[in-house]
């Protein structure tokens, strides 16, 4: 690395889960968890729920992945809560996941990497998740900013929806198409600064080989979607290493006590971390 270029994200992300454990931890504010937590359906409610989480989660979880939809369904209003939940997870010591799941033609890409990836852009995040399906290459002008920045992609490889598999498991001549994205993640880490990770859902084997990964693997699908960390350990055998599991909805439930949601957070990041070193 030469003097003054900032780590790159892969090691970023082993720092943040040696200090904190192995696990991200979503905020989703679904209509149904406003309603719960007692807050109105409206973009008053969202700051009141976006605030208590980043107060209660971002000083225990090593990376907080805010789910850009269930902001952008306010608008501009719900474009500023979710500004300040970015903020407020990098004050809180974590590391931010912006789930915006971006994937356009190289050009468009561009500026979805200014908007996530760049210094000087108030969605400016630790990372993003990434759609490869316009193909791979599309996504390079994110690469290029992660890499350059010292942040990260998170690339769709196997899903944990169901509906994912028709067009990820199909196979061209020599291997998957999720297997194809795999690879060329890999590719990337070993050639340059690591600043490529994938999503691999937590639902059901994955049919992968991830060895040469050499970046995150981030694993939704923990607890409402019917994953457990007995899953994670088995389905990512030989990359615990690199495994993330995210959780969104099941901490979430937990609220809005402050305790019971931070509580809930130690509670299964200790469950990811026996599970992953037994
Ligand atoms: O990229 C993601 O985070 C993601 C990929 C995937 O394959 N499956 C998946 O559930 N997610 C996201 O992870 C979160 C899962 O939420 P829970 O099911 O409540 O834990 C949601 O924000 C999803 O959009």
Known sequence: ???GAPADFATRYRAAVADRGRLCVGIDPHPGLL???GLTDDVDG???????AVAALAPVAALIKPQVALFERFGSAGFAVLEQTIAGIGAGGALVVA???RGDIGSTMDAYASAWLRDGSPLCSDSVTVSPYLGFGSLDPAV?????TGR???????????EGAAVQTAR?????????IVDAAAELNHAGPAAVGLVVGATRAHGLDLEAVGGPILAPGVGAQGGTP??????????HEWVLPAVSREILRRGPDHAALSDEVARMRDDVEAHLRG
């Open 144 to 148: 290029r900013a992660a890499q350059e």
């Open 152 to 162: 990260g992609v998170f690339v769709l490889a196997r899903t944990s929806n169901p």
């Open 99 to 101: 789930d915006a799941k």
């Open 172 to 180: 061209g001549e020599r291997t998957s198409v999720a297997q194809a």
């Open 230 to 239: 007995a899953d994670v350990a088995r389905i990512f055998a030989g990359v």
């Open 35 to 37: 309603d719960a937590w």
């Open 46 to 52: 969202l700051r009141r729920f976006a605030d208590i």
């Open 1 to 3: 690395m030469s003097a």
